[in-house]
């Protein structure tokens, strides 16, 4: 049984992240099509592992602009709260798949359906 926490957490990742991340986080939401690049896959456990759950936060609080990434990512801070944020980090954890997917020759987690550009991180 789902945490109370981890409930709340679902909750708002279906109000506010579903339409990019999609429900399984895959990055495939409705609203993904247009978005370049495409949200990553949130579900990768090689991904998970290399995030810390401060590192989620501060994305999700800043959004993509304020950490590097794209800023097609909004940021969420006026919106959620900490704790809030807390919960739905809780709720990206729980779509971790199981299973890794074939590890791609050579180097963990490259998507082949989403090219990445690399993007510099400026100054927070
Ligand atoms: C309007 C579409 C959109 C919505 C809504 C959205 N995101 Fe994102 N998100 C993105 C995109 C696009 C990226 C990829 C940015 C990049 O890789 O440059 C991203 C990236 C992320 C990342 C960082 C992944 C990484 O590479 O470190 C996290 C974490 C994340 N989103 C969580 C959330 C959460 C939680 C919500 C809901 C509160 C949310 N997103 C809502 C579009 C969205």
Same mark, same amino acid.
């Given at each position: 049984m789902d945490s109370y926490e981890l409930r709340l957490g679902k909750d708002i990742y279906? *109000?506010?992240?579903?339409?990019? *991340?999609?429900?399984?986080?895959?990055?495939?939401?409705?609203?993904?099509?247009?978005?370049?690049?495409?949200?990553?896959?949130?579900?990768?456990?090689?991904?998970?592992?290399?995030?810390?759950?401060?590192?989620?936060?501060d994305t999700i609080r800043r959004g993509g602009t304020g950490v590097g990434l794209s800023p097609l990512m909004p940021p969420w801070g006026h919106t959620l709260s900490p704790r809030q944020i807390d919960e739905v980090i809780l709720s990206i954890r729980a779509l971790r798949k199981q299973n890794p997917s074939e590890p791609a020759p050579g180097g963990p987690a490259a998507n082949p359906t989403t090219p990445r550009r690399t993007l510099s991180r400026g100054p927070a």
């Open positions: 279906r *109000h506010y992240c579903q339409t990019c *991340h999609g429900e399984t986080g895959a990055g495939d939401g409705f609203n993904a099509f247009n978005l370049d690049p495409r949200p990553r896959d949130l579900s990768d456990p090689v991904f998970q592992k290399k995030k810390s759950d401060a590192e989620f936060a």
